[in-house]
């Protein structure tokens, strides 16, 4: 059994910032599925979102409801945009380097479903420059350990309490962890579900099947965005490329069979994926174009380095031909549900990041708002387990030898001996559990 204060569950952004925003004092566990680099949080392309100024908080809260269909939480919605400049702070404060104008300012882009310019950005790499500054400063930090392949596969719980996980680790044993204060899921998205998704492919939701079975609530599971442009391919493929929604935002353009365009392509992602299907359908094709060659070249080379090599790579010159893009899997907005500082249904458990679901995004995420939101509400569970343990249950019952004792007593070695087995139940769960919130809702 290992032991530790605090276990956290996934190395994306959330998970990370938590980890920096808990106490020096907390020992911290954080596993990782995969290697720490191989989260969604290093594939954001697009941006990271912020309140401006005071005069652009009634328009970004309108353009984020909007976006969601106005089925948004909307203490949620605020809480994101009134803490987003705290967040942005200490981002900086890590040593990330968001692109300025000439002057020194910020520089503010635009994507789909926004009326103003507010997300900052880092070339077309924003996740990476955030993620790998967040890691760098967790990398420094004594009282955490961080261990790379490894996997969690259950928790333990009684009577609606968790007392710790079930983890398989990098050599195939398995193990369990027992916490003296609080469980992070931080476990991300449901991509790895989907042949088409721009997610890794390790992201199956795993958090979403152990909340299903242990009957921890979930919120809006069947609200699965996807994203309008990714790059075409006739060839099975990992991860589908996105073309990202900054694109559009500088002036691409979507066009039809014919080279016309057919839609309006800055509204937001769900209107636009509609308008792509129906384009498909109308002309009897497997995507439609991307045409970048309204976007001045200078620009498209500074903020969208990679996205130019990668259609190279494929055989694409965007700077002289239109590229195939075509719709796919991107986000979950539903998830686990978790309160404003993100605590779930089971007391000692909390859920961050794309993994929960506090009713932020809506129907539909507006663009750029996920990295803000799990940032946003990590620090905040951060800051309540931090509470607890200072507060008046400083001193948790049961004891910690009885805790442990708990964590020995409910775990059964026999429950994990077909792991592939277990694995597809999961994946079952998850899919079943989407289909069941659909039906509930009519759809
Ligand atoms: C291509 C792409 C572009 C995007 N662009 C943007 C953008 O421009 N702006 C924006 O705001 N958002 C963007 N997003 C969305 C955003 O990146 C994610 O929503 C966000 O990074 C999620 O962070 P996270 O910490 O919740 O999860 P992730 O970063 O996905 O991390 C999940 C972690 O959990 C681990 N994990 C999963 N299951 C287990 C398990 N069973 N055991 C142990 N570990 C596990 C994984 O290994 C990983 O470490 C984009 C997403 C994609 C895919």
Known sequence: MIETDIFIVGTGCSGLYCALNLPRDKQILMITKSDVRSSDSYLAQGGI?????ESDYDSYFEDTLKAG????NKESVDIMIRTSQEVISDLIGYGVDFEHTIDGELAYTREGGHSDKRILFHEDETG????HNLLNQVLELPNVTILERTA??????ENNTCYGGVIKREDGTIDTVAFRDDMVLACGGIGGLYKHSTNFRHLTGDGIAI???HGIERQDIDYIQIHPTTLYSDKPQDRSFLISESV?????VLLDKNMERFTDELQPRDVVTAAIRKQMKADGTEFVWEDLRTIPKEVVESHFPNIVEHCKQRGFDVFTEPIPVVPAQHYFMGGIKVDHNSATTMSN???VGETACNGVHGVNRLASNSLLESLVFAKRAAHKINADAVGLNAVPEPNWEERKAIVDRLYNPDDYKDLSKLENDYRQLVLDEIDKFKEERGK
């Open 49 to 53: 979102c912020v309140l401006k100024d």
């Open 69 to 72: 269909h106005y089925e948004n």
């Open 128 to 131: 990476e420059e955030i993620t």
């Open 152 to 157: 969690l596969i259950d928790i333990i719980e």
């Open 211 to 213: 909340a299903v079975k």
């Open 248 to 252: 559009r935002g500088e002036g691409a």
């Open 349 to 351: 458990l909390y859920a």
